[in-house]
Structure formats: C-alpha cells, structure tokens
C-alpha cells in the first residue's frame, strides 16, 4: 500500500467510529457544538498521529510483556501536551471540554491503531495511518454535531443560521439525539458504502 | 461543592447516569450486552472496581499530586492506579476464589480500558468532591452503569428473533434502543441535578 492508500483505508473504509464502533464515548459527548467537535477532533488527531510515530519508532525495542503499559503511556504523554495547550490558549473551551480531553486515553481507537498497525509498520506510514484514523473520526463528529448544533441552536460555529422564526429543538442539546443521530449514521453507512441490506 | 453524598449516589444511578447522559463506558456496554449474565457479571466489576478506584485516585490526588504541586501528572497517575489495582484483584481472585475467577475473569481486562472509570475519577476531580461524595459518586455510577447494560441486554435478549435492517444490526440497533433509554431517563431529572 502507499501512503494515499493508508490515509484512505484507515479513514475512510476502516473508520474505527462506523465500522468498529469503538472510541465513541467522546465523539457522543462533545458533539452538541461544531467548534468543539472541530478541536477536539484536532486533539485527538494530533495525539494518536504523534502516539503512533513514536510507538512505531520504538517498536523493536518494547518487549511484548511490557508493551500495552508503554503505549498507554506514550498516549497519557501525548494528551497531557493538548491538556496544557487547550488550557493555556483555549481556556474556554477547554473548560467547556471538561474531562473529556483526559478521556482520549482510554478512548479505543488509540489503542486500536497503535496495536493494530503502528506496532507492525515503519514510522511514517504509522504517522500517516494515525493521521487517516484521527480524519476519519473528526469527520464523524462533524457530521453529527452539523445536526446537533443546527437544529438545537438555530447556529454553526455559533453564527447564526436559521432565523428568529426558528423554534430551537432542546432534544437535540440533550444527550437522546446523540444516540439516535450516531444510529442513523451507521445505517446510512451500512446501506450506501457498505451494501449491507 | 456543598451536595449530600446520600443525594449524589441516587444522583448518580438515575438523573446523571454515566452512560446515558455522560456517554461513558460506550465500548464495553455494546459489545458485552449480548447476553443478561455476562451484562450482570461486568456491571457488578465495574462497580466494585469503581468504588476503590475513585477512593483510591481521591487519595493519591489529594495526598500526592496537590502537596507537590504536580497536577498535571493526574491522567498518568490514575491511569497506572487504575491498572495496577485491577491487576491486583485479578490476581486476589484467581488466589483465593477460583470459582470466581472464572466467571469474573475474562471481564477484568475489559474493565482497564473502561472510560467510565476513568472518567468518574476525572469528574470527582473536576466537580471539587471530598473523599465521602467520591466513594458515593463512584457506587452509583458503578450501578447506573450496571441499570443501564442490564436493560440493554434485557431488550436484546428479546429482539433476537425479530427482523431489523442488516444495516442496523448490532451497534446501530443498540444506539437506538439507548437514546430510547436515554430519553426515559431524562424523566427523572427533576428529582436532583448535579453538575
């Protein structure tokens, strides 16, 4: 494979959200605004491209034994670095993010790509593979905050969409929609992409 | 914060669940709520788990990181916490009760990489609870976690035989029946809030 194909596979056609269904805990709670989907997409690309550059780099000097407790914490370094940069420059929607930031390391897909591929593969690939796998998954949250966020407050990325005439749907703030618009998603998927049904 | 920790742990099980309104521990509740017993058996883990994680992680916290000025360590920490104490009950179980290891065995690892325990330790930290409102917080979270898969695979277990879109099967069915149980559960929010 090449490394456009990398990029797509691990993006698209083995999107760890829709095909898995892992890692969602967070892609569910952020996703009531774009701009937070949006950095907190960034966040999470950024610590598993660089979590898989550097479990690549030392993967023929990690003992099997020891090998989860190391990636564990090359993925806790990585997010104390976007713990500390959302904070410092980002205040407000770092607090708005809460623990959720904190929670990208137990969040599955890190886990996923580091054993599944960045374990096995040269550094660059890894870094491109952890790239493709981060996309896919900001995508995701994209798709589903757009709707959240429209429909809920009438706005994307807080500018204002839709018109004083429009009613704003609390279910979609609240947690229920999440639930149901991930649902949706992955049936359309199912349908269109994967020719299921 | 000045809430009874009688109050948070009904707080926790029912009008804040971890799952359904925190979205926490989303993987293992999908994949594991195939079958009522094994629901059952990783929903009464976690609980436990929970209990002394979040008694543990308060302590560690408040005792370690805070004197010596270093907070930022806190993900690492608890996360090494978390692992080397289901380590050492896995180890406890297998020694002492075998019969024990084999039904709760194969559950332990899964719950290591279970967000919602981790994510109780990180709200306890973030909503200022004292050592009693953490344990209280982590029982219910424990068991609104447990309510919430014992449902789901209660439901499963019936839809078995009924005809759903192959598209839907599984996760996407799953996602549908919890948003359901989601928005049931937003019934109870007038009871109590926390934040």
């Known amino acids: 494979m090449n490394r456009k194909e990398i990029f797509l596979v691990s993006a698209f056609r083995e999107n760890s959200v829709w095909k898995q269904v892992l890692g969602i805990c967070s892609a569910l709670a952020v996703t009531n605004l774009m701009l937070n989907s949006l950095i907190m997409g960034l966040g999470f690309t950024f610590a598993l491209a660089l ?16 090998r989860m407790i190391a990636q564990t914490l090359i993925i806790a370094s990585y997010v104390i670095i976007v713990d500390i940069l959302l ?18 390391i137990t969040n599955c897909i890190l886990m996923g790509r580091l054993e599944a591929f960045a374990s096995k ?53 609240m947690a229920p929609s999440a639930f149901f618009l991930l649902a949706m998603l992955i049936w359309i998927i199912n349908k269109r992409y994967y020719k299921l049904g | ?60 916290y408040h005792y370690i990181l805070l004197p010596f000025n270093i907070e930022y360590l806190q993900y690492i920490v608890f996360i090494i ?64 976690w447990l309510l919430a898969i014992l449902m789901l695979a ?17 996760a996407g069915i799953s996602l549908i029946i919890t948003g359901i149980m989601a928005l049931a559960f937003i019934g109870f929010s007038g009871v109590a809030t926390i934040q």
Request: neutral net charge; contains cysteine; aromatic residues 14%.
């Open chain 1, 51 to 66: 979590s898989s550059l550097t479990t690549s780099l030392i993967r023929n000097y990690t003992p099997r034994s020891v």
């Open chain 2, 81 to 144: 916490v978390i692992a080397a104490f289901v380590q050492l009950l896995e180890l406890l179980i297998e020694r002492y009760t075998p019969a024990l290891y084999y039904t709760l065995g194969i559950f332990l690892p899964l719950i290591t990489v279970n967000c919602a325990i981790f994510g109780v330790s990180l709200f306890m930290i973030i909503r200022n609870y004292d050592f009693l409102q953490s344990i209280a917080f982590g029982a219910g979270s424990g068991l609104g």
């Open chain 2, 1 to 60: 914060m000045d809430i009874s920790a009688f109050l948070l742990f009904w707080a926790a099980i029912f009008t804040s669940n971890i799952l359904l309104t925190n979205f926490l521990g989303m993987c293992s509740y999908l994949s594991v709520s195939k079958e009522v017993e094994s629901s059952v058996g990783l929903g009464i883990a976690v609980t436990f788990v929970l209990v002394f994680t979040t008694a543990l992680n308060w302590l560690v």
């Open chain 1, 121 to 173: 593969n040269p550094p660059l690939d890894s870094f491109i593979d952890g790239i493709g796998a981060g996309a896919g998954y900001t995508l995701v949250l994209l798709v589903i905050a757009f709707f959240r966020e429209l429909f809920g407050f009438g706005s994307l990325f807080g500018i204002r969409i839709l018109g004083v005439w429009w009613t704003n749907w609390s279910i979609m703030v």
């Open chain 1, 87 to 104: 904070k410092a420059y980002l205040p407000e929607i770092s607090k708005q993010l809460g623990p959720y930031v904190g929670l990208i």
């Open chain 2, 154 to 170: 209660g439901i499963r277990s019936k839809l078995k035989e009924k005809l759903i879109p192959i598209g839907l099967q599984g």
